[in-house]
């Protein structure tokens, strides 16, 4: 299982940090994406992180915005991500696959799994 937690309300040009806590499989067999939605829109993958190698992805829209990091100490996951923007506002979500490159965007889920409850975040102009 997967719980995502940190959304809120945020001015533009501002940070927020999301995390992914993991429970119930071995943390680091695994690989994390976060994803969003913004209401009207296909749900896309921002950042993913291979917890065995450290290697991480983003997407070109987050890239230089966004960090993805991980604590294996505390099974979580962590999504830093700075100088907001109003097309950042969505619900954000983690979930868990072996590889990050098993990402397909025609696949059920991505082909993700463990899909965690999803956190707003809402950034206003």
């Known amino acids: 299982q997967l719980q995502a937690f940190g959304g809120g309300l945020v001015q533009a040009g501002g940070s927020l940090r999301l995390s992914c806590q993991a429970s119930g499989f071995t943390f680091e067999d695994n690989a994390i994406g976060w994803f969003r939605q913004a209401p009207g829109k296909e749900r896309e993958r921002v950042s993913c992180?291979?917890?065995?190698?450290?290697?991480?992805l983003h997407a070109d829209s987050v890239k230089g915005r966004f960090t993805i990091t991980s604590d294996s100490a505390k099974s979580t996951v962590y999504l830093q991500m700075n100088s907001l923007k109003p097309e950042d506002t969505a619900t954000y979500y983690c979930?868990?696959?072996?590889?990050?490159?098993?990402?397909?965007?025609?696949?059920?889920?991505?082909?993700?799994?463990?899909w965690g409850q999803g956190t707003l975040v809402t950034v206003s102009s």
């Open positions: 979930a868990a696959a072996v590889r990050c490159t098993d990402y397909d965007v025609g696949a059920p889920d991505f082909g993700f799994r463990s």
């Open positions: 992180i291979s917890l065995r190698s450290g290697s991480t």
